[in-house]
């Protein structure tokens, strides 16, 4: 079946190091986000990415990094400059270059920083 | 810079009752699209609906209707004959031109609106 899959679901962080969230489509989608989502709260973008070896900062980016080396994959590094990380994290890909098109959700990863 | 306004936190339903949940968004572009989105308690978005800018008619998906209102920049969700499942966050998106205005990368949400339907 075609989707999107995070892992881990949970992730525990000590304070002070970088941890990576994992997200994989196969859905052959040029166009992949990540969100951050706090108690109660909207969602907020913090890196999306058109293509391969390019990414855009979102609202949010500082204390976050990503790479795009391969279609399939969107990896989001939490680095120890994200003060306040602990969060639902959310990854998300689309077809790009119009307007339409839904983006499509993986199940999410919950961060805590302990 | 795109943004969405939803202003309606909360929002209460009896089953059955048609229930209307806000959405503004702010664009200077005449091309782009707004979408709705579902997420249960388990924290995994569901997408519903979706209308163009250039869609003359309103889009309808089963029990949902989004009542859209260009002029006013609005993109109301109706749901009609609300049911106890409905009860969930609902999140108004759009995506539009990003900042260079060469393609539609960027998607941006709403702070959403807790629906509760009541038996």
């Not at chain 1, 399939?72 to 400059?81: R, Y």
């Not at chain 2, 978005?45 to 609005?74: C, H, P, W």
């Not at chain 2, 609902?90 to 807790?114: E, H, N, P, V």
Request: proline letters at 3%; one cysteine or more.
């Amino acid at each position: 079946d075609g989707g999107i899959t995070q892992s881990p679901k949970y992730l525990f962080r000590k304070e002070g190091q970088n941890v990576t969230l994992s997200c994989e489509q196969n859905l052959n989608h040029d166009a992949m986000y990540w969100y951050r989502q706090d108690p109660g709260q909207g969602l907020r973008l913090i890196y999306y990415s058109q293509i391969v070896n390019d990414f855009q900062k979102g609202d949010i980016a500082e204390g976050y990094s990503v790479s795009r080396e391969k279609k399939e994959s969107f990896p989001l590094t939490v680095t120890s400059a994200q003060k306040n990380p602990t969060a639902f994290y959310l990854c998300a890909s689309s077809i790009d270059g119009q307007p339409g098109g839904e983006a499509f959700f993986g199940q999410g990863t919950r961060l805590t920083v302990v | 810079a795109q943004k969405i306004t939803q202003t309606q936190p909360g929002m209460f339903v009896q089953e059955k009752e048609a229930v209307t949940l806000d959405c503004t968004y702010d664009t200077s572009d005449q091309s782009y699209g707004l979408f709705w989105y579902k997420q249960p308690s388990s924290g995994e978005m569901i997408f519903l609906i979706y209308q163009g800018s250039y869609d003359e008619q309103n889009a309808t998906e089963g029990r949902y209707s989004l009542n859209f209102q260009k002029a006013r920049k609005s993109a109301n969700l109706v749901i009609s004959a609300s049911q106890l499942g409905d009860s969930a966050m609902y999140f108004c998106a759009m995506r539009g031109r990003d900042a260079g205005g060469t393609s539609y990368g960027k998607l941006t949400f709403g702070q959403g609106t807790i629906l509760t339907v009541h038996p």
